[in-house]
């Protein structure tokens, strides 16, 4: 009489779980550029499913000694053009970054989605989880997670007023990137910006900007006009009086800085007006400077743009 023996297969080993796809990637080591700056390049503060990554440049100042204040830069571009390294055409290349270097102040410039990538809020969602970032990650950086402050032109200047303006708005924040941390900024410095997207005259394009390649990729039958088509395509005034920053005013905004040219045909200085109110309206500090003769990008007042500049700086200085 023979016995079979049983044998058992070991099961095999569960294998770990992979780490989950970042939402954001860390600083990594800074490159110098100048006597005044190191700059961090191609960081990504945002990865989200479906969309580009979302990159910021963070000029940081090489003499100054401790955790530093930071300013985040808002490029201009009507939501549809532009990116985080270009400035407006009458400005010396690098120069709000290298001029906030050279007084002590570390400069975020970041990239946002346009209006045809993903319409409002998203733009401020952006801008919020690049605010997030910066806190998630001063330590490193050598900045100050308290001394945080806004700066933008034409469209980068509605967006800094919002953020601005909103800074305590918890359904505003969005889901991207860094979580946990405070989106509010200490200082905004507005360049021209639009205020209240309903109040906005007809934008009269010169003929020709606007045809051909550039706008190949514009669906057929959407607006042009950047207020609707920030808010996908329409021009109901409800939505556009929730994507403008008068709307959003409180006692609790930051101290403002609004500087906008008395000639400037894209964006009326009334929009600038308009905002002043309505800060002070609130209790809330504010000082609108008014360009003699500038246009839109202070064209025409180029004479005016070192001065423009230093007093955007020195507001940072004395508010950060």
């Not at 102040?105 to 919020?128: N, S």
């Not at 997670?145 to 601005?164: M, V």
Request: charged share 15%.
């Amino acid at each position: 009489m023979t016995q079979e023996t049983g044998t058992t297969t070991a099961a095999p080993a569960r294998m770990p779980a992979p780490p989950p796809f970042p939402a954001f990637q860390a600083p990594g080591t800074p490159e110098e550029v100048s006597e005044h700056s190191l700059v961090h390049r191609e960081l990504s503060y945002a990865i989200a499913v479906g969309f580009r990554r979302l990159a910021m440049d963070i000029w940081l100042p090489r003499t100054a000694a401790g955790p530093v204040p930071v300013v985040v830069w808002i490029h201009g571009g009507a939501f549809q053009l532009g990116d985080r390294r270009e400035l407006p055409p009458t400005f010396a290349r690098d120069s709000v970054f290298r001029l906030l270097n050279e007084a002590g102040i570390a400069c975020a410039t970041v990239d946002y989605r346009h209006a045809l990538e993903a319409p409002f809020p998203a733009q401020l969602h952006d801008l919020k989880a690049a605010v997030r970032y910066l806190r998630e990650h001063a330590r490193s950086l050598g900045i100050d997670p308290d001394r945080i402050g806004a700066w933008g032109e034409s469209a980068g200047g509605h967006l800094a007023a919002l953020l601005g303006v909103t800074g305590t708005r918890e359904d505003l924040e969005g889901g991207l990137g860094v979580q946990g941390h405070s989106s509010a900024v200490s200082a905004v410095v507005d360049f021209y910006g639009v205020s209240s997207l309903p109040d906005m005259p007809v934008m009269d394009l010169p003929s020709g900007l606007m045809s051909g390649a550039l706008v190949a990729a514009v669906p057929p039958g959407m607006s042009m006009e950047p207020g609707p088509m920030l808010v996908g395509g329409s021009a109901d005034p409800a939505l556009l009086a929730a994507a403008s920053p008068l709307g959003h005013v409180t006692a609790g905004a930051p101290p403002f800085l609004l500087i906008h040219g008395d000639s400037d045909g894209l964006v009326p200085l009334s929009q600038s007006e308009l905002l002043a109110a309505a800060l002070t309206d609130a209790g809330v500090r504010n000082e609108l400077v008014t360009i003699r003769g500038g246009d839109h990008c202070f064209f025409f007042a180029e004479d005016q743009l070192d001065g423009i500049l230093s007093m955007a700086v020195d507001f940072f200085v004395r508010e950060l």
